[in-house]
């Protein structure tokens, strides 16, 4: 079994007409989260449960709007509890986007694959697409496959088939709005497989069609939360840093006057233990990483050598190239270079 979940604030007719698509071929059961879409919208709600009624499932109500993060989340504890031989849940939109033939087409490839992740994905190169909608998604996808490490064609898609033990990993990931969809991308990111199935692209025209994803706050919560995720990189290699630079002070001090190669000496030591912190740092908090220790601690010590001797090798022949510029300026661009390329490297190959 695979309920098909529905969160709806001010829905129209368009849910409705979803609704009897799914009656006619008797896809079901079908939970519906009214997100605090108040008495205007009371009737639709009602003619909602009539079909539900026969599809089973139910109709829930959030008194107040508290955003699709929190309405998926309430309908994920619903299904757990209600349905302890559901699978999972496929999620759907109610503003007409979702065919059901698409619901299907999704719902059978989670029956096939239950412990991946599985969106049902659009295109964005019609010319009835929006044009919001296809730079904000092009740009989202970089972005997000930067950060991530896993490509996804369609970071928005609403259509997606969630296993059962993602739901319940999900209900404690924060995001009670519409950035709770990229939340649950990262989240999957390395522990989910993560498959795409082509959709059909559906909007009622460039202008007019409707949505209550606000493309300036909206975009600024996912944004937040992708930036959010490279600072922890940021925070992890900063403090490495200065970590290595008290380290080598604190080791020179010691060893001066005691071996004619204390800096080498120092250098060492200091880069060896800051080295474990940066590691420790990003196998537990930036990447949150799964592997085991041993494979990512031997990959991340083979990146820091091949990081090393290319910045070693780059600013040699920058600063041949470039004769007049002086060498602190070099070694800046060329780390700043390797650093972001380090970033990508370790959230694909390390951890």
């Known amino acids: 079994m695979t309920p098909i979940v529905i969160p709806a604030y001010e829905p129209d007719e368009r849910l409705l007409q979803l609704l009897e698509t799914l009656k006619a071929g008797s896809r079901g059961p079908v939970v519906i989260v009214d997100d605090g879409s108040g008495a205007d919208y ?82 964005f190169d019609g010319e009835d697409v929006p044009w919001r909608s296809r730079m904000g998604n092009g740009i989202t996808e970089r972005v997000f496959a930067y950060v991530a490490g896993v490509h996804v ?12 033990t993602f739901m319940k990993e999900l209900l404690d990931v924060p995001g009670e709005r519409f950035e709770f969809e990229t939340q649950m991308l990262l989240e999957s990111a390395g522990n989910y497989p993560i498959i795409e199935v082509p959709i059909r692209t559906i909007y009622d025209s460039k202008e007019n069609h409707q949505t209550h994803f606000n493309t300036l706050t909206d975009s600024v919560k996912i944004y937040r939360i992708l930036g959010k995720k490279f600072m922890k990189y940021v925070f992890s290699s ?13 080791f020179c001090g010691m060893f001066k006057g005691r071996t ?92």
């Open 42 to 123: 009371k009737d639709i709600f009602e003619r909602a449960g009539a079909y539900v009624d026969v599809l089973g499932g139910a109709v829930l109500t959030h008194e107040v709007n508290r955003g699709k993060g929190r309405a998926l989340k309430t309908a994920f504890a619903f299904i757990l509890k209600k349905y302890p031989e559901a699978i999972g849940c496929v999620t759907a939109d109610s503003d007409g986007q979702h065919t059901a033939e698409c619901i299907e087409k999704v719902s059978k490839t989670l029956e096939e694959h239950p412990d991946s992740l599985v969106l049902g994905v659009r295109r």
């Open 153 to 164: 064609t369609d970071t928005q898609t609403g259509l997606r088939g969630i296993p059962r």
């Open 238 to 250: 900063f403090s490495s840093c200065v970590l290595d630079l008290v380290l080598f002070t604190i």
């Open 260 to 351: 004619g190669n204390y800096i080498a000496v120092s250098t060492v030591l200091a880069r060896v233990i800051s080295a474990t912190c940066n590691y420790a740092l990003n196998y537990k908090v930036v990447f949150e990483s799964r592997k085991k220790v041993h494979t990512s601690g031997v990959r991340y010590l083979i990146l820091a050598l091949i990081q090393m001797g290319l910045s070693a090798l780059l600013v040699t022949g920058g600063c041949g190239l470039l004769p007049t510029v002086p060498e602190v300026a070099v070694k800046v661009v060329v780390d700043g270079v390797l650093f972001f390329i380090s970033y990508a490297v370790q959230q694909r190959y390390v951890f």
